[in-house]
């Protein structure tokens, strides 16, 4: 559910990017009252586990559609929504600017999209109220199954809501939405059952971590060594090996502007969209997870079968390598983030000393 630039104006895009920074500004300011050492590890190896599980679109039979994890949610529940919300911006800025994954111009909203509605809406007011009478397995796979399926439902109307507001005549409102709730409603519940699962499995090995998520506290000397290794090892096997079977269908928003439209993308404007595509194409030196290809290379040396389809799995070693940086460069900048708030905290505290 990445926006490219061409489906929303400047106008909105700047709004979208100013709502965006302003609320990041707020977890920047809310999150040191629950930052600790032991956060920072854990922000790094989330923001690298979410980014390549990002990566596999899965297919969403008898549709001709795909869909991936958005993994806002995910992220709200293990480290809180502030931590969770900055971990997402981290994310989707790394594919935006170095795998063109998403627009410039579109990145603040496809931060809001993805990142307020799961971290600030449905976490708060769906996933807690189910948890706080009791933490059980039943009551994790439930709040995170429910949760999960209204966050996409309200990001993706979130996405029509721009295009109408962009005065995208060709994406009309009431064909488009359509369309994009109910694709993104099967999504939802197979994002449902993912984060059911990986949320089970913290909670069976380091409880602590998600009940101190939940009241806003630091995770403490609580032991996450193990947790941080399973989600490490299995960002670098999502990113580097199993990416390859990742279906080649449209996803959600593009299978829905198909058949809104006609077209999966559409035709950006002149003005800030061709410079901000300019420059996308200059810091992207993995476009669409790949290494850049010469005009002239065959589609059998890009992947693809001697009659010009696509193979299946596409092992591909341009793929692997995208998917490892990735989580790297999201590693590290989800870190640095930490760190730095880390350092603010403890100045803080020892100015009032």
Known sequence: MHMADALISPAVGGAMWAATTGIAAYSIKKLPKEMDENKIPLMGVMGAFVFAAQMINFTI????????LGGGLLLAILLGPY???????????????????????ALGSNIFNLGFFTCFVTYPLIYK??????????????????????GLQLGAFAVVLETLFSGKTELPF??????????????GIVEGLVIAAVVSFVWKERPEIIEK????????STSI?????VLA??????????????????????????????????????GIHRVLAAIQNKTSFLPDYGFKAPETESAVTAGEGEEGEASWPAVNSGTSVSGLVGAGFTLALTAVIGLTISSLKKKKSNISA
Do not use: C
């Open 174 to 187: 009431n064909t488009f939405v359509a369309l994009m709730q109910p694709i993104h409603l099967a999504i």
């Open 213 to 220: 998520a939940t009241l806003g506290k630091a995770i403490g």
């Open 83 to 105: 931590a969770g919300f900055l971990t997402m911006a981290s994310i989707l800025t790394i594919q935006a600017l170095f795998f063109a994954d998403g627009g410039l111009l």
């Open 129 to 150: 109220p189910i948890v706080a009478k009791g933490y059980s397995r039943t009551r994790i796979f439930a709040a995170s199954f429910i949760a999960a399926i209204i």
């Open 61 to 68: 039979p008898g549709t001709g559609s795909s869909g991936h």
């Open 233 to 270: 090892l299995a960002a670098i096997l999502f990113g580097g090996v199993f990416s390859w079977f990742a279906s080649s269908s449209p996803d959600g928003l593009e299978w829905s502007m198909f058949r809104t439209a006609g077209v999966e993308e559409l035709e950006s404007p002149d």
């Open 225 to 229: 060594r193990r947790v941080v290794t």
